[in-house]
């Protein structure tokens, strides 16, 4: 998900696809990644994270994915439900101490 | 266990009137941050606290200052609000360091007219 300014891109997908949600990092000194979900008015709710030792993480209906070779991230969601409507973002901490920066978000929007 | 708490929910000032966003967390935290979110954009780290006694600037600090009140409690202060300060300020929290998720306050909606 790069930043286009004002407006997120969008993703839309039917209820009970899977969709796919793209993050590219910028600091190849980053050794850990989470992945947020923000629905509308709320705050970030963590979903999952990993290390740079792994290539991939599961958790429930969710996976993600880490290219280190292109700086690449992603999030993976099965079977789509329309409570998975939401922004989602990624966050890098390189080497910014004890510091994240976190990318633009990806709006998901899941269609009946 | 609430997590992290943010007060007020939604402000309005006027140019130049000041105002404290109060934040609590209750996991027993080192480090605590806050941040702006302004619309299409990343989170934007305005100070942080790395731990008790201690404060730090982020990316975007000017126009703001800071309080760790204690482990629990780190408050932000605009001294003299300005309209680019309209945002969505987000508190949140982490065990320390950037190897440690961290988790966020509902947020702080705040318009300066």
């Known amino acids: 998900g790069e930043s286009v300014g004002l407006h997120l891109p969008t993703l839309s997908v039917q209820e009970g696809d899977n969709s796919i949600i793209n993050c590219a990092y910028s600091n190849s000194a980053s050794d850990y990644f989470i992945w947020y979900k923000q629905e509308s008015g709320k705050g970030p709710q963590f979903i999952i994270d990993i290390r740079s030792n792994m290539d991939k993480r599961q958790g429930q209906r969710v996976t993600v994915l880490l290219n280190k070779t292109v700086k690449h991230l992603s999030l993976q969601i099965a079977a789509t439900q329309p409570g998975d409507s939401a922004v989602y973002f990624c966050?890098?901490?390189?080497?910014?101490?004890?510091?994240?920066?976190f990318g633009p978000g990806t709006r998901l929007s899941v269609l009946p | 266990n609430a997590g992290v708490t943010q007060t007020p929910k939604f402000q309005v000032l006027k140019t130049g009137q000041s105002m404290t966003l109060q934040c609590a967390q209750d996991?027993?935290?080192?480090?605590m941050y806050w941040y702006r979110q302004d619309p299409g954009m990343g989170l934007r780290l305005i100070y942080y606290s790395a731990s008790e006694g201690t404060t730090d600037k982020g990316e975007v600090p000017n126009g703001y200052n800071v309080s760790r009140l204690n482990k629990r409690e780190f408050s932000l202060r605009l001294e003299s609000a300005a309209p680019s300060q309209t945002s969505v300020y987000f508190c949140a929290s982490s065990v320390g360091g950037s190897q440690e998720t961290q988790y966020f306050g509902p947020g702080t909606r705040l318009l300066v007219l």
């Open positions: 996991m027993n935290h080192n480090s």
């Open positions: 966050a890098e901490n390189g080497d910014y101490g004890q510091n994240f920066v």
